[in-house]
């Protein structure tokens, strides 16, 4: 009589068992009374299925997934199956853990190795406890690995049959091993391979072997003797990319034999189609990246051989000029990227610029460092290049308020540019101002002459423009590269695994979750909440704010508080939900 009853805050479902824990505060009285009653905290996460929670936990990042897996015995364990991807530092300490590391995370697919220069890597024996372990392995990279030889990759690659992506680099194995992968991995399609100190003059020549029909990339850089994967890239039936980076030698014989190799494809092609064959031994190249090399007009009319091109870099060739360019233009028409850093040798400009125009009209992305090209080729490109999205101007000294000014008024189709360093003044981006009715970004770096009231000025013309400008205060998102309009850079290396449970970010997950799930997305928001928000509150306050509002007296409540908000939302849509995952 006058007692009051206890306060629940949910129900036990009878999916899985719930944690329960008594909060430090969590306790009333009844007036009047001295006894105290305890609340008893439910996961109100507990209905849903665990292929549901996991999906949830691929959109967080890696430092919110780690936390959330501490929160509970089932997070632990969901956490740990549904985990496809692992960073490793690799030194020689970490071998004792690597059973329990795989015991736990055995679904891995995607495994970084690590190890900095200061310390001993893991050894051969490692390599094999990991290719033991993670039979589903099918993307590897290795950085620094300095202790594993070419006995240790052989033997991991005769137990990672599913291997399709390997990228090493500083690592002391070479052609030996290289040769073992491309024997027993079948199923390899990419390969990137940098700084390896085994590639050395003499070594031996390394074949396509076994995964001569699924290799469709390779990238070699800062190699010594890059010569020697001559023999890959010929035998390489479906290749479409090849990445040649900053590597010594001379390459013109190489992409000679490479130029046959397409012109050998074509005939054969035609060859079938006279005889009424549609089949081909061979796919052409598509993409192409020369940085740093010792290259010629030699190459370049060597590439003019691979027709089918679409993607096509130049970068620091010092010996490239107009006349290889001519080459590639008249012959490559299906260029949709082009990218070329002439390196201030004033060897490339107008003529080969207009040959571009001329004969590449489904250029959508075109990217010039230090060349110095002038309102002559500019117009061309505008006029020719209608389907030109993409522009960026860099380190030239030959365009100016002209030059942007013919853009701005014949580049309609235009949506990203990007100039940095050119003498160019206020009077360009008035131009931008009313022309280019498509462009939705824009940056302006390194341009003196381009005052900060111009780029207010231009936000208040163009108001859902995003604008970067070295002289405005306000930075709307930009990135301080070039690859903010669609250019990638060409020694980017293939196989990168990123942090453990990382992907892609939180907010990137979260919104391709939502363009999927529609209506559902209320749901995962709410999990999100929790996972994001809560759990790194709770566990790592920051100093000078509390780690949780004011109006809960405890971090636990409040974690109960938005999981009761989560059995709300999925209580609705349970059955479709499970359906979904």
Request: with cysteine; net charge positive; aromatic share 6%.
């Amino acid at each position: 009589m006058g007692q009051s009853p206890p306060v629940v805050l949910g129900r036990v479902n009878s999916l899985c068992d719930p944690f329960t824990f008594l909060s430090s505060s969590a306790f009333i009285s009844g007036e009047g009374f001295r006894d105290q009653i305890a609340v008893e905290i439910v996961d109100y996460t507990a209905e849903l299925p665990d292929e549901c929670l996991a999906f949830v936990f691929q959109f967080l990042g890696p430092g919110d997934r780690n936390r959330c897996s501490l929160v509970c015995k089932r997070w632990f364990r969901v956490d740990g199956w549904s985990r496809h991807r692992l960073s490793l530092n690799a030194q020689s300490e970490i071998v004792s853990s690597l059973p329990s590391l795989f015991t736990r995370f055995d679904s891995v697919t995607k495994l970084a190795l690590r190890c900095s220069r200061k310390s001993i890597s893991l050894t051969d024996d490692a390599l094999l406890t990991i290719s033991i372990r993670c039979r589903n392995l099918t993307r590897l990279k290795l950085r620094g690995c300095r202790e594993i030889t070419d006995e240790g990759m052989s033997t991991f690659a005769k137990n990672s049959k599913k291997l399709r992506k390997l990228s090493c680099g500083s690592c002391m194995f070479g052609a030996k091993a290289l040769n073992a992968v491309l024997d027993h991995c079948a199923n390899l399609e990419e390969l990137s391979v940098k700084r390896l100190r085994g590639i050395h003059d003499g070594a031996e020549p390394i074949g396509p072997g076994a995964a001569a029909s699924s290799l469709k990339m390779i990238c070699l850089k800062e190699l010594v003797n890059g010569q020697s994967f001559a023999p890959l890239v010929l035998g390489s039936k479906n290749l479409k990319t090849v990445k040649i980076i900053h590597c010594l030698g001379d390459w013109d014989s190489v992409l000679q034999l490479i130029g046959n190799r397409n012109r050998n494809y074509k005939e054969n092609l035609n060859c079938d189609i006279n005889y009424g064959s549609s089949d081909s031994s061979r796919s052409p190249l598509m993409e192409i990246h020369l940085e740093r090399l010792q290259v010629s007009d030699i190459g370049l009319s060597a590439i003019s051989k691979c027709t089918k091109i679409e993607n096509l870099h130049i970068v620091k060739t010092p010996e490239c000029s107009n006349y290889g360019l001519v080459c590639v233009a008249e012959n490559c028409k299906l260029l949709r990227k082009l990218h070329i850093d002439g390196w201030r040798t004033n060897r490339i400009g107008d003529e080969g610029l207009i040959a571009v125009a001329k004969h590449c009209s489904n250029l959508q992305e075109l990217v010039l460092i230090g060349v110095n090209a002038t309102h002559v080729s500019l117009s061309a490109i505008a006029c020719n290049c209608s389907k030109l999205e993409r522009l960026a101007l860099c380190g030239s000294g030959t365009i100016g308020d002209t030059e942007i000014a013919c853009i701005a008024t014949k580049c309609m189709a235009l949506k990203k540019l990007c100039i940095k360093g050119c003498p160019i003044s206020d009077i360009a981006i008035e131009a931008l101002g009313s022309g280019c009715p498509n462009l939705v970004k824009i940056k302006v770096r390194k341009c003196r002459g381009v005052s900060s009231d111009a780029g207010e000025w231009l936000r208040e013309q163009r108001g859902s423009m995003l604008i970067n400008m070295d002289a405005c205060d306000t930075d709307c998102g930009f990135e301080a590269s070039v690859s903010d309009i669609g250019v990638h850079e060409t020694g980017e290396e293939v196989g990168q695994v990123t942090a453990v449970g990382a992907s892609m970010s939180s907010n990137g997950r979260l919104a391709l979750l939502r363009s999927k799930l529609g209506h559902f997305a209320a749901v995962i928001d709410m999990m999100s909440l929790a996972c994001v928000e809560l759990v790194p509150r709770i566990s790592s306050p920051e100093e000078g704010r509390g780690p949780y509002p004011d109006y809960f007296s405890d971090p636990l409540n409040y974690l109960s508080h938005c999981f009761r908000r989560i059995h709300h939302r999925c209580r609705l849509h349970f059955k479709k939900l499970r359906l979904h995952c």
